[in-house]
């Protein structure tokens, strides 16, 4: 009997570790999802390099928002030049929104309808640090 168990548990064995490497087990493993790009690793950026960054590339501007425009788009400035951002209303609510200086975003350069805006995924407003 002992002999016919031997090779059942060791393919019992095998199933279950194939399985788990099939799977990636990663419910007991260190792998996580992205991160979120930060502050610290994204150097900062002018409005004017911005122009010419190809699209996707990860940006850190600081400068001022100065007014709303519509539909999420925000016009930004940095003293090299204004462009257009677009931030989602859960991030920063166009119904109270209010011009503000030294404000820190983080986002991409996209390309839409012929025109660069900065799609932002992060905001840092002078009064949170």
Do not use: C, R, W
Not at 54 to 81: A, C, M, Q, R
Not at 103 to 109: F, K, N, P, R, S
């Amino acid at each position: 009997m002992m002999k016919k168990m031997i090779p059942v548990l060791t393919l019992a064995l095998m199933m279950g570790v194939s399985s788990n490497v099939m799977a990636g087990n990663m419910a007991n493993s260190d792998h996580s999802a992205p991160m979120a790009p930060s502050m610290e690793n994204i150097p900062v950026v002018t409005v004017v390099s911005v122009q010419t960054m190809p699209e996707d590339s990860k940006v850190n501007v600081k400068g001022n928002l100065s007014k709303y425009v519509n539909d999420e788009i925000y016009v930004f400035n940095d003293g090299t030049g204004e462009i257009m951002v677009e931030i989602d209303d859960d991030i920063l609510d166009p119904a109270t929104f209010q011009p503000v200086e030294n404000v820190t975003l983080i986002g991409e350069v996209e390309k839409e309808d012929g025109n660069i805006i900065i799609e932002v995924d992060q905001i840092m407003m002078p009064n949170n640090p």
